[in-house]
């Protein structure tokens, strides 16, 4: 069975400060959450997770 599932945690100094995925359906893939720590905001946080989610959602072969 394909995962249907990619879930990315984004650390600062080996602390979790946010987390981000997206689900795959068929042909397609949608981000499903980003969510960061209040203390973190601010920092670039989600940007960094969005980016490293659409490369990964690109190396599966979707655009």
Known sequence: ?????????????DELCGI????????????NRVFVLEQFRGLSVADQLLEALMAHVQSQGIS
């Open 1 to 13: 069975m394909k995962n249907n599932a990619y879930i990315l945690g984004a650390y600062l100094k």
């Open 20 to 31: 981000g995925s997206v689900k795959f359906v068929n042909d397609y893939a949608e981000v």
